[in-house]
């Protein structure tokens, strides 16, 4: 396995950083003796898989692989549009990230206001909450999760931050960490507002990947449900593709006249996931056709080929100012490349980092990324961690790096 270094260039940005990037392998999958240099096309006459008819058909679409971090199809994938209820899966994330960190709780009550039960009781999808009525945060996420419950949203945005702008600054200041720097949110239900709440297809693909791999116990007790039980009434989930699609456990759809027929959708076999993007569908059939084909094709038109096993050495960073010079890169989760299932294509990989890395560096932080690339396609990125901590230098370390470096 071949490693080289590529010279370090300057981040346009922020000028003072340099990027290091080191080959790690080109891996063929093609006929044998065949070979095609790093980053090149695809070989003469292979095509990439083409996608259902039915998915073009639909103004946005996009599928991801999440454990090569590869876009496997886009169409306006970085086009705002209206997420609707959507957006309920931003109020998820965002509960989820404050029952993490101990400041919401399931088991909680928040109480609902009379003006939140004189607006929002039975105001489109509803859970009819009552002025005065005790609701658990429990029953409010799988109010919002499963039957899209408008006023369950706004309950648990006004019970913890307050008011809705509270609220929804918190959830911009979520995205944001996310990198969802196209996307904006105006209300924590996806209820009409004239265009202030917008999103892209990449950006809910970052939001889900966060979702289910930062929270996997709260979304699978949340998300992917049929229906739930409320005061003695059975409210359903409408998921195109949960009970339909073979391994289907979520996410979330969304509609109004202004958004169209949206749905977020992901789902796992074998520990290969994928997340899907439909946005304005002309009505809920084309929607759950094209969601249900899409997901299909990215299991039956792609494979995947093993890389690396989680918490396996990848490669390493240099360390400035270390006890070691250099520090392992790892994933936390097994890495593979999606490969069409016929084959052919060209494998490259680069181990990209800030560097050199600074000492100390606490095992298990994320310090690079490895990007995948196979043929011609858009490249996929894994984010890396160091394998084992990095203490600063003492003076003999010093010496002995320094002497090291002078080695060629």
Request: proline share 6%; net charge positive; hydrophobic share 45%.
């Amino acid at each position: 396995m071949a490693i080289v270094r590529a010279p370090a260039t300057r981040d346009r940005r922020e000028g003072a950083k340099r990027l290091r990037a080191l080959l790690l392998a080109l891996l063929v999958l093609a006929v044998p003796g065949a070979a095609w240099p790093v980053d090149a096309g695809l070989p003469s006459g292979r095509l990439s898989p083409v996608p259902p008819e039915q998915v073009g058909a639909v103004p946005v679409s996009l599928l991801a692989d999440m454990g090569s971090g590869q876009v496997l199809h886009a169409h306006n994938a970085d086009l705002h549009f209206a997420p609707a209820s959507m957006t309920k899966v931003m109020t998820a994330y965002l509960a989820f990230e404050l029952i993490a960190r101990g400041k919401l709780l399931p088991e909680q009550h928040l109480i609902v206001s009379p003006e939140t039960a004189a607006e929002w009781n039975g105001k489109g999808t509803s859970m009819y909450l009552r002025a005065g009525e005790s609701v658990s945060v429990d029953m409010l996420l799988h109010g919002l999760a499963t039957a899209s419950a408008n006023d369950a949203a706004i309950v648990l945005a006004e019970g913890f931050a307050g008011d809705v702008p509270s609220w929804t600054g918190l959830m911009n200041a979520e995205a944001r960490r996310l990198g969802m720097n196209d996307s904006h949110f105006n209300t924590p239900n996806g209820w009409p507002d004239n265009g202030k709440t917008y999103v892209t297809a990449t950006d809910l693909v970052k939001l889900s990947k966060a979702l289910i791999t930062r929270h996997p116990a709260l979304y699978h007790r949340y998300f992917g449900r049929k229906r739930f039980e409320w005061h003695g009434a059975v409210l359903q989930s409408h998921d195109p593709t949960v009970g339909i699609v073979r391994g289907a456990d979520g996410i979330k759809t969304g509609y109004t006249r202004e958004a169209g027929y949206n749905f977020l959708g992901s789902a796992e076999r074998r520990g290969r996931r994928l997340v899907m993007v439909i946005g304005g569908a002309e009505s809920g059939a084309q929607r759950a056709k094209a969601s249900r084909e899409l997901l299909e094709w990215g299991y039956s038109a792609w494979k995947a080929r093993p890389l690396f096993a989680a918490r396996a050495p990848i490669g390493e960073a240099r360390v400035q100012g270390g006890q070691a010079g250099a520090v392992p890169l790892v994933a936390d989760s097994p890495v593979y490349a999606a490969i069409p299932q016929a084959g052919g294509e060209a494998i490259s990989l680069r181990i990209v980092y800030d560097g050199p890395l600074v000492a100390p560096i606490a095992v298990g932080a994320e310090v690079g990324q490895l990007e995948i690339r196979v043929g011609d396609g858009e490249a996929g990125h894994v984010p890396l961690y160091a394998g084992r901590a990095v203490r600063e230098a003492g003076p003999l370390d010093r010496l002995r790096n320094g002497l090291m470096n002078l080695i060629p």
